[in-house]
């Protein structure tokens, strides 16, 4: 028997009295789809919020539910009743962790690692290293990553993009094929400095918000000016985007304004873009869940892809891939099993190759043996191709 | 008070008693189920067309009241009911025996055309069932029970039912095919026969696509189906149908997708496992403690 | 540690299930709720995988003449998964695989705990589906809509879920199992299959299904219908009968459901219409297309403002998610929704619905329409917040008056949803004593000892021998 402990989550009240239980929701989760049980679906999550918020105390059992929760929001999408679940999760794990010892020492100094570009290429250079030394277990399923990373260089200032941590640390080759790509639409690209850094996307969700927002006024100050910033990972692109709504000041709301996935931006200058004649099979497009149910704004990697390959789509109606943020490490067992219902989706589908905008959904993906890249890397070495035949 | 009310308190009152009683009805299929007890007093269900809406597709009427007299009625406004049974039988008799027509393929089992039912039990009183509407799921539905009971559990005295539009066109086509494969070539076709060697379809609906099927048929045009043997009668799952030419040599002719066979010998089947027939039994006692209702008939 | 403790129900639930029952205070809560508004709370939860697990909790219950309530998705309108009397749940969530598919009977063998719609998504590569259609399919459990007989928008034409289950395996409450009905035409022996679909777990519960598969449809039109009057509306639906079509469906939406369904979907539904109508026509081309003509005739008849044709199936499922999801959009004009189920005859579907209107103006409701109008199956929803005090007095007044007027146009108490705990105490509208009584002697043959979800769809008086006779606890309603 866990102890009881007092707790006042502080969801606003209309938004929890929203949800009318009607359970449409329930195969659009992805921890319902592999347990089947009310505790690990959207409509049990939010009675439990209901419990504790009623009853003011909760207890272990309720913060391991709580902490199941992919935080993908496809439920709110589901939702014809428009329950807002993500902020309802957000709150309440900020709830937990700033009332509770939900988030011990240990996580809360790996999440701050984050927000250390140095620490951060130091220690990801040591695993480099030690990858290589073949010292780091293979079943830590940790991405092989690159011992030297190629440098960025600016070239112009009509668009930000925006680097952000890990992705910057451990996969910049994509970043170098995004910019290349928008590039191609004449357009110059301006990177911020090292002080950027994270977007505070997985401390959010940590419930941690208060680094978060320490976080996002480092981002907001290392990108003036009034240009677009293109990012190219859907989960710091929506983070981007709710910084208005973290900070609540005008400042913050004027920069999210100014916030673009890379594909959004694209598909309103499609006309710019190289037009190439290939003739590449077509690729299965996997929607990061912070793309379709947060930014949605999936439709815009199609545009962008068909103007090059034909896509093909899954059938799950963009269920989560287990991916989600620092999910698949803290939670192995469950996101291996949500990751098992998308391979399940993608074999069905006919392709083969793999698309997707997000670098988590990548990684998690990758390490099942799924060929998977992001869109503009693909087309990136699509127009490559074609410039080297001409 | 409603149409048909005296009606049924009359016959429920006929039904009152200690004796054994039978229902008599067309006796277009007396024989179904075995021979009534001798001592068994016939009485017969309620007749006359009470209640009739066209624009509802439901028509409620005495348990007594011929199918000829309920299609003439339907036909007026260009409705049917599309159980196929002869003219002269009865309405309660085609619900207690439950066979369901030639055009199952289509239009699905007898049983889903009954709605709500009035009967007597075995006391003689009303008991009142399903609901007048296309769609009811209040209470249990008894009426479903009530079906193929072979009036066992009590007798029909007014039932509604569901109509359908007569279809626009109907054109029977005939000749040599293998029947499962035309099953899948076609879209819901109302019924599909063979007899091991010739095949007949019948294609209902719109001219233009009847036209368009009898096309994909490749088979000619012909007046109607085969007369039906009906010595024996078996039930079978649709695929088992495919080794009926190596099983019976003599008359039989096959409903494709359905599952019967009519057969000129007297080969009937059975298959329900024990376990149910102790639910079955106790039903039969609970609404027929006595065994008064159709007396020798056995459901199972 | 030498005493021996009496084993309690749950040790040998334990025993039987391991991790797989729960009795954790949190959880036992979330299932203690379907979608209805009625809730209670259960001893234990306990998800079984296949029958003979099923087997062994309703032994273990009968020893301990405990009730036992089966679940599936909790999507239920009427608490028919609502506990009562401390009961058992037996979730059949897990019980999720579809079995067979036999193209060539034409049938798919599934669990019980198959989704709806997860079952026509696995036959569409063969060109079948399971054809009622629930608007929950996406979420509501096959095994839930054999015990409610779930209807559709698409059983107008093709009938309501036992017109498409040809067989059972269930274990009864004695906990014996048995397959009721069979995959040939004719089974021998009373429909027990027919009784048991609609019983809504009193009569065991269902592990394994046979399901009809319907071919897909060649040619398929949608179309929506506007009406600047809500009575245009109901007329053009008999009117579209009486024109000798059956249509796959016909559903009517009125103003408050449109704004509601618009602001999720945005399929560009008319939100200043008082009511539209979407039609579909399914079948061979040249009947669709012979009906598209008849209803443009019908819509100019009865007054409509536009007649919207569907360009492709990108748009026609847009029309339909929004129809799909309207019971829960609600919340975007209130928090809770109190919603009926009563099917009328057609022809009296503009007076009812006045009713409907008049009822929700009295109690200072809000009313909402959408619902099956070729059925006359209606849905009038009662939107309020539970949190304004002396609400459910209102709502529940309302709801008297709805089903009143809707017993007196001649309908039924319910059309799909079932009768469950909510209604059951109407039953007495639709069933004299004895009729009732007769359903009990029935119900009992299935279930002598009351175990089986008891106290729902009868109300209490109609028991002859409860053995558990129980009356609904206190704060069961809402
Ligand atoms: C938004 C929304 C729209 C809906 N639209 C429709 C509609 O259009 N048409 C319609 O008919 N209904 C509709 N419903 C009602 C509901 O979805 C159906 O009744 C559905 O069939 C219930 O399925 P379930 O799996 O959720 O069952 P549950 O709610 O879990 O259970 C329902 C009943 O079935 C019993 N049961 C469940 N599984 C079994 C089993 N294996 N064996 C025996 N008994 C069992 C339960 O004990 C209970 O009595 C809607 C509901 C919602 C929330
Ligand atoms: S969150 Fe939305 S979809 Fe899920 S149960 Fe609540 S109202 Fe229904
Ligand atoms: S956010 Fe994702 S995992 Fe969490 S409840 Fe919603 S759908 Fe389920």
């Known amino acids: 028997m866990s102890k009881n402990f007092k707790v006042s989550l502080g969801i606003d009240e209309d938004a929890l009295a929203s949800c009318v239980s009607c359970g449409l929701c329930l195969p659009h989760c992805p921890t319902y789809r592999v347990t089947q049980e009310e505790t690990a679906s959207p409509r049990g999550r939010i009675a439990l919020m209901r419990q504790v918020e009623a009853a003011g105390v909760a207890d272990d059992t309720f913060i391991s539910f709580m902490d199941a929760c992919i935080q993908c929001r496809g439920c709110e999408t589901a939702c014809p009743s428009g329950v807002p679940f993500g902020p309802m999760m957000e709150t309440t794990r900020e709830a937990l962790a700033d009332q509770t010892s939900y988030q011990p020492r240990y996580r809360r100094l790996g999440y701050s690692v984050l927000g250390m570009p140095r620490l951060l290429a130091l220690g990801s250079r040591l695993i480099a290293v030690l990858q290589r030394l073949r010292l780091i277990p293979s079943r830590l399923a940790l991405p092989r990553i690159p011992l030297r990373q190629t440098k960025l260089k600016a070239s112009g200032d009509d668009v930000w993009l925006f680097t952000g941590c890990i992705m910057d640390a451990w996969m910049r080759d994509t970043h170098a094929a995004v910019k290349r790509v928008v590039e191609s639409t004449g357009a110059g690209v301006r990177l911020p400095g090292n002080e950027a850094g994270c977007c505070g996307a997985l401390h959010v969700h940590a419930g941690l918000t208060l680094k978060a927002k320490k976080l996002a006024n480092k981002v907001i100050e290392a990108f003036p000016g009034t240009n677009p910033i293109l990012v190219d990972s859907a989960g710091c692109g929506a983070q981007l985007k709710d910084y208005g709504h973290l900070l609540g000041t005008t400042k913050a709301a004027a920069f999210s304004s100014r916030v673009f996935d890379v594909h959004e931006w694209l598909a309103e200058n499609l006309d710019k873009l190289p037009k190439i004649n290939s003739d590449e099979p077509p690729v299965i497009v996997q929607d990061p869940c912070h793309l379709r149910h947060v930014q949605r704004s999936h439709e815009a990697v199609r545009l962008v892809m068909n103007q090059y390959i034909g896509t093909i789509e899954l059938d799950d109606d963009g269920l989560c891939c287990g991916a989600g943020g620092a999910y698949s490490s803290l939670h192995p067992e469950t996101a291996a099993e949500v990751r098992t219902r998308k391979l399940e989706s993608i074999n069905r589908s006919g392709g083969t190759n793999v698309v997707s905008a997000n670098p988590g959904c990548m990684l998690h993906l990758q390490q099942a043996g799924v060929s998977i890249q992001h869109p503009l890397e693909l087309v990136d070495s699509i127009i490559a191709r074609a410039m080297k035949r001409e | 008070m409603n149409l048909g009310t005296t009606e049924r308190q009359e016959f429920a009152a006929s039904v009152a008693g200690t004796d054994l009683v039978t229902v008599v009805g067309g006796k277009t299929q007396w024989g179904v189920g075995g021979a009534i007890d001798p001592n068994a007093r016939p009485i017969s269900a309620p007749v006359g067309i009470y209640d009739y809406t066209p624009s509802e597709m439901t028509l409620r009427c005495g348990a007594g009241t011929t199918i000829g007299d309920i299609q003439n009625k339907l036909g007026e406004h260009n409705q049917m009911l599309p159980v196929d049974a002869k003219d002269e039988s009865t309405i309660g008799g085609v619900l207690a025996v439950g066979r369901s027509g030639i055009r199952r393929l289509r239009y699905g089992a007898v049983r889903d055309y009954l709605l709500e039912s009035w009967h007597a039990d075995h006391e003689g009183k009303l008991v009142k069932s399903g609901g007048p509407t296309i769609k009811n799921v209040s209470g249990y539905d008894l009426c479903r029970l009530l079906v193929g009971s072979l009036g066992t559990l009590g007798f029909l005295a007014e039932v509604t039912v569901r109509s359908l539009p007569i279809p626009r066109c109907s054109q029977w086509m005939t000749g040599v095919c293998d029947p499962f494969e035309l099953q899948s070539n076609l879209y819901r076709p109302s019924s599909i026969l063979w007899n091991g060697i010739q095949v007949w379809v019948l294609l209902e609906g719109h001219p233009a696509d009847v036209a368009r099927e009898a096309e994909v048929t490749g088979l000619s045009e012909c007046s109607g189906p085969p007369a039906l043997p009906f010595a024996g009668r078996l039930s079978l799952r649709p695929k088992l149908l495919r080794e009926l030419p190596q099983l019976y040599k003599q008359d039989w002719v096959a409903e494709i997708g359905v599952g019967l066979v009519h057969l000129s010998l007297p080969i009937n089947n059975d298959q329900n496992s024990l376990s149910t027939m102790t639910v079955m039994r106790d039903i039969k006692k609970r609404l027929d403690p006595t065994g008064r209702l159709n007396p020798g008939r056995e459901v199972f | ?478």
């Open chain 3, 1 to 478: 540690m030498s005493s021996k403790r009496k084993k309690t129900i749950f040790d040998e639930l334990k025993a039987l299930l391991g991790s797989r029952v729960r009795a954790d205070d949190m959880e036992l809560q979330l299932y203690g709720k379907d979608s209805s508004v009625l809730s209670g709370v259960p001893s234990t939860v306990c998800f079984p995988l296949d029958a003979e697990e099923v087997q062994g909790i309703v032994n273990i219950c009968n020893r301990f003449q405990r009730p036992f309530i089966a679940r599936g998705s909790g999507t239920g309108l009427a608490g028919g998964a609502v506990p009562v009397g401390n009961p058992v749940i037996i979730s059949t969530a897990k019980m999720n695989k579809i079995l067979d598919i036999d193209l060539e009977d034409r049938i798919a063998w599934v669990e019980p705990g198959v989704l709806n719609l997860d079952l026509s998504k696995a036959l569409k590569e063969f060109g079948f589906h399971f054809a009622p259609d629930p608007s929950s399919q996406q979420v509501c459990s096959i095994g839930g809509n054999v015990a409610n007989n779930s209807g559709g928008p698409h059983c107008l034409a093709y009938g309501v879920t036992t017109s498409h289950v040809l067989a059972a395996e269930v274990v009864l409450p004695n906990a014996e199992i048995v397959t009721l009905g069979g995959i040939d035409p004719e089974p021998t022996g009373y429909d027990l299959r027919g009784l048991f679909i609609g019983s809504e777990g009193t009569m065991g519960i269902a592990t394994k299904i046979a399901v009809r598969l319907t071919p897909n449809p060649p040619d398929v039109r949608t179309l929506l219908l506007d009406f600047a009057d809500v009575s245009d509306g109901a007329l053009a639906v008999s009117a579209i009968i009486n024109a000798g079509i059956i249509p796959a469906a016909l559903e009517m939406m009125d103003h408050n459901a449109i704004g509601m369904i618009e602001a999720f979907v945005h399929a560009g539904y008319p939100v200043e219409a008082a009511a539209v109508l979407l039609v579909e026509l399914d079948g061979l081309s040249g009947a669709v297309e012979a009906a598209v003509e008849t209803i443009k005739d019908v819509a100019k008849i009865h007054n409509a403002g536009s007649v919207r044709i569907a360009k492709d199936e990108t748009e026609r499922a847009l029309l339909w998610k929004g129809r799909k999801n309207a019971f829960g959009a609600v919340a975007r004009i209130k928090p809770d929704y109190y919603l009926h189920d009563t099917v009328v005859p057609r022809s009296k579907l503009v007076e009812v619905l006045n009713q409907v209107y008049q009822a929700a103006d009295k109690y200072d409701l809000i009313a909402i329409n959408v619902f099956h109008a070729g059925d006359g199956n209606l849905h009038p929803i009662l939107a309020y917040d539970a949190r304004e005090p002396g609400i459910l007095e209102r709502v529940h007044s309302a709801g008297d008056a709805i089903i009143k007027a809707s017993m007196d146009a001649g309908g039924v108490l319910s059309g799909e949803h079932g009768i469950g705990l909510e209604k059951r105490d109407f039953m007495h509208l639709l069933f004299s004593a004895h009729d009732m009584f007769t359903q009990d002697l029935i119900r009992e043959a299935f279930d002598p000892q009351g175990l089986a979800n008891p106290l729902k769809i009868l109300p209490s008086g109609s028991r002859c021998s409860d053995s558990f006779k129980q009356h609904v606890p206190e704060g069961v309603w809402v």
